[in-house]
């Protein structure tokens, strides 16, 4: 093994809220390898100071190597597919890159004595429970995303159980903000709107838009996340973290077009997708722990992010290539997606 200095390595580093925990680490002092194979997120979204990786966590002869090669001290693990809707139409896809590559990363962890992996995991693990959700509700996920996230928490469980590895796992909910991949149709509910206005075309809403969520701004979790490791009443526990007021989607698509200059644009509404209608959480412990936090109010928070996206620019959707399972795939869905045989 190297006799570098130890380095903590964060997955996904290049993608969205990795680049934020990424930079955070860094203005805490730390060294850090920043991982990423570009599947979702872009080199220009990896802040200066970071040694970038690029390779995936689902290859594990090429994880294997990241361990052998540095003196990684703590994981931060953010690397995931995370489009909760498309998940039930490309199964094996989310098992293999939201499972099997978490899986690659926790045998190296524990196999070179890691000190701490924190997971960002999901709300998505709570399925249609009641909202505020709790830590304390037992998970019943809807979805295979969110059974892919509960399955990785599980098993960091058991690894703890059996190797000692200490672990945190964090469950944000609608986190948006700057470095969101405008580009992705299918996920991230205000980038998408952003894309939309800055293409000229209408927002879309699955459904009434009475849906209702607490977004969450980016940057109101990240020192929390990338602190974690090194709290000593944050091991081997699960936090619920994210913005505390829930908004219906339609009162979301207003608050976006207004910061984006377009006040009025036109909404169009889709058919109803299959998704749980209300869903929030409750973040008392993740208080009593790190501390109250900031909480950005949904109008500044979109601001933000609406002056950097004005900058980004609109990108272009990139349809997702192999959809396995066609069958009940929203049609708007359908109209943007390879539905080749995989």
Known sequence: MSARKPSVLVTGAAGFIGAHVTRQLLADGRSVLALDDLSGGFRDNLPAGAEFLEGSVTDDAFVRTVFE??????????????????????????????IIGSVNLINQAVRHDVESFVFTSSIAAYGGLPSPMRETDAPRPEDPYGIAKLAVELDLAAASGMFDLSYVVFRPHNVYGEYQNLGDPYRNVIGIFMNQIMQGRPMTIFGDGTQQRAFSYVGDIVAAIAGSAWHPEA?????NIGAETPYSVTELAQTVAEAMGQPGH????????????IAYSDHSKARRVFGPGPQTSLRDGVQKMAAWARTAGARQGKAFEGVEISRNLPPRWREITDLSPT
């Open 69 to 98: 090669t540095h003196r990684i001290s703590h994981v931060f693990h953010l690397a995931a597919y995370a489009a909760e809707g498309l998940s039930h139409f490309i199964r094996r896809f989310n098992y293999t890159n939201n």
């Open 235 to 239: 091991r081997n526990q699960v936090f």
């Open 266 to 277: 036109p909404i169009e509404y889709l058919p109803a997708r299959q998704e749980v209608h």
